[in-house]
């Protein structure tokens, strides 16, 4: 029998998981809760199948939804995981998984105490490019990994977000809407044991608002591999989107198309011997191919979901060392 599926939340790429579930061998899209209905309303006519609720609470005590899909604002996933755990569901989480720490601890001691599964949904590491960058790493075709250097380059448009995006205390800036991603794509490649963090991190294009718009992180691992997280959302600039890998016998790099503008291309480069070679690199669906791994090991029995559901936590850890780094004006250590 297939899981029953809740949609929390529809806002920019909630909506995209109506599809994604219904494709998902095991699992049924059985209601969606959405307040807005400016979004409701188109959702109800393209799948009248589907059941609208106005609050997301009215789903949680039916007994046939076992999976909740928590596509809120970021100051929501707290409450909705706990509320969500209490009536004994699986939570699918978007990243971040919080807004500090303290929430993650919060949010994974009631999945616990339900004996539930909390899963954060991060959807990088399931594209093309950066599961090929990962297998490069681990076959030590190009020897030792030395450094990296991620970027992410963007157009802030702060005129086009919604208010709780410009605001720290309720889960926005930059940081915890791209550097979030970065610092998954890092560990899941190079490892979780990242020792030191020292960060510059601040309001630097848009300083009227509270929260951050640019970052430069360095880190350092147990094994010696550094690397540094370049992101800035610009006023006026150029898109630039992917990480450049160096080896002790060459180098590699990827980029992910990012908006409109002209030149933005997906693709895998080794670089050796003065020379950039394209290497090919097949399609997905990386947000299909995610959710459909954490549904089957919700049916297989699985004791952990195929992004372990300590990782939204570490990825938070490391993101509010950067923040005190910048305050403090230190290198943070990391327990591991």
């Given amino acids: ?29 059985r209601v969606v809760a959405e307040p807005r209905n400016e979004f409701s309303t188109p959702i109800a ?20 939804i076992q999976v909740v899909v928590a596509t809120l604002p970021h100051w ?64 030590r075709q190009l020897g030792d990994l030395l450094m990296v250097y991620d970027i992410w380059h963007k157009p802030y448009q702060p005129k086009v977000r919604p208010k709780w995006m410009l605001d720290r205390a309720l889960g926005g800036g930059m940081g915890l809407m791209d550097g979030t991603h970065m610092i998954d794509q890092l560990l899941w490649i190079i490892g979780d044991d990242i020792t030191t963090v020292s960060a510059q991190l601040g309001a630097f294009t848009h300083p009227e608002l509270p929260c951050d718009d640019t970052s430069m992180a360095f880190f350092r691992w147990k094994s010696g591999v550094v690397a540094t997280i370049c992101r800035i959302a610009w006023d006026t600039g150029i898109t630039d989107y992917g990480a450049d890998f160096f080896f002790s016998k060459g180098q590699a790099k990827f980029r992910i198309a990012y908006g409109s503008e002209e030149g933005q291309k ?19 669906n990386s947000m299909l191919d995610e959710f459909s791994a954490f549904i089957a090991s919700i049916i297989n029995g699985d004791k952990d979901t195929p992004i372990p559901q300590l990782h939204g936590r570490r990825v938070m850890e490391i993101h509010e060392a950067c923040e005190t780094s910048a305050l403090s004006g230190r290198e943070v250590v990391l327990s591991n």
């Fill in 1 to 29: 029998m297939n899981l029953g599926v809740a949609l929390l939340g529809t806002g920019r790429i909630g909506g995209n998981y109506i599809n994604i579930i219904e494709e998902t061998c095991g699992a049924d899209i």
């Fill in 45 to 64: 006519e393209k799948y009248p199948h589907i059941e609208i609720v106005s609050d997301y609470k009215e789903t949680l005590n039916r007994d046939d």
């Fill in 76 to 139: 929501l996933h707290k409450q909705a995981a706990i509320d969500a755990a209490n009536a004994g569901k699986h939570i699918y989480m978007e990243k971040p998984m919080a807004i500090s720490l303290t929430e993650c601890d919060e949010m994974l001691a009631a999945a616990k105490s339900n004996d539930v599964k909390l899963m954060t949904a991060h959807t990088q590491r399931y594209m093309p490019v950066v599961k090929k960058m990962k297998e490069l790493v681990e076959s």
């Fill in 266 to 284: 997906t693709g895998f480069w080794i670089g050796t011997d003065g020379r950039w070679k394209e290497k090919p690199v097949a399609d997905c």
